[in-house]
């Protein structure tokens, strides 16, 4: 008997591993800029990260079916959208029929580690453009939406300050180029609202988007409201309520940013993605679905 209920159990692992879980989080902002208004500003965004060029059925359209539910203002891609580990033919058939998908939905994207273990991310980040994206690998922008503006930046990933050699082999981050990125790519955020609060628009808030959620404590002191991080993969082993993640790359075991939505010391908010990726690696995902993440911006005036 034990041992039918170790085999039906480890099935059920298995075969929970393509399925899609839409995690929900809201955030609450006081805007002081909305005094009048009578109503919330709510803007929905949705992060798709480590999609590592997966299959999601025909046409991604197990994904696809997620993401149109969801019903976003906008999407943001957080790293490791395609995967040179995975077999040739779907490193950019599946990465196309997604982006077939949501075209006409506003996203964003900036690069993971995965993206350049074959060279520069720019290589196939063309896509991206091809089909109506905005690369913020290293950028900032302003993003207007009918409720308000939203700064958005991202920042590439650690990786891109390695030689390819360093890739292969150390892999060990250059903390100093990588956070001088950041601070570069902060203040130019700073400069945006700036402008929006000088047109006299209505000011959100700014966004960070970076592959590593590791790097929190360094984000925390940058000029971002809401950070959006992957790379984790949900630890790929989940013991809920026990342990959130087994294993994270950049974190080692029990990693502290597994999944999830945390509330930094100085109040910014991170998000971590659990990611999408049943494929690669090729360890199962274990009470560790795959995560599309959704989060509602509330934006409310002063009291």
């Known amino acids: ?20 879980k839409t995690v929900s989080y809201d955030i609450d902002f006081e805007n002081q800029e909305m005094q009048k208004e009578k109503e919330a500003v709510l803007v929905t965004i949705l992060q798709i990260s ?13 994904l696809l079916k997620k993401i149109q539910e969801a019903d976003p203002d906008l999407i943001l891609f957080t790293g490791d959208f395609f995967d040179f580990e995975i077999s040739d033919e779907k490193i950019l058939k599946n990465v ?7 075209k006409e939905i506003p996203f964003f994207y900036v690069s993971g580690n995965h993206e350049f273990y074959r060279g520069h991310s720019d290589d196939y980040a063309f ?20 409720k308000g503006s939203l700064v958005l930046a991202g920042v ?11 890739r292969r082999t150390s892999g060990i981050d250059n903390q100093a180029a990588y956070k001088a990125r950041l601070e ?38 940058l000029n971002f409201d809401l950070i959006f991080c992957g790379h984790a993969h949900g ?16 974190q ?34 274990i009470f560790n679905p795959p995560e599309l993440v959704k989060v509602r911006l509330i934006f409310t005036g002063s009291r």
């Open 252 to 285: 080692g075991l029990f990693p502290k940013y597994a999944g999830g939505k945390y509330t930094l010391a100085k109040g910014h908010v991170e998000i971590v993605s659990r990611g999408l990726s049943y494929q690669n690696p090729r360890i199962p995902r």
């Open 156 to 166: 590439a990933d650690p990786f891109f300050d390695l030689s390819p050699l360093e």
């Open 184 to 221: 570069k790519v902060s203040s130019e955020s700073l400069a945006l609202k700036e402008k929006v609060l000088k047109d006299k628009k209505t000011y959100l808030c700014s966004i960070l988007l970076a592959h590593r959620p590791e790097y929190a404590d360094f984000y925390d002191t």
């Open 127 to 146: 896509l991206i453009e091809d089909y109506g994206g905005q690369i913020l690998n290293d950028k900032s922008l302003i993003f207007n939406l009918s």
């Open 96 to 102: 196309k029929s997604l982006l077939e998908g949501i």
């Open 50 to 62: 480590d999609f590592h060029s997966n299959d999601f059925g025909e046409g991604e359209e197990k």
């Open 1 to 20: 008997m034990k041992k039918f209920f170790f085999i039906v159990t480890f099935i059920l692992f298995l075969s929970a591993c393509n399925s899609i």
């Open 235 to 250: 630890g790929q082993w989940r013991f809920p309520p026990l342990v959130n993640g087994l294993y994270a790359p950049g």
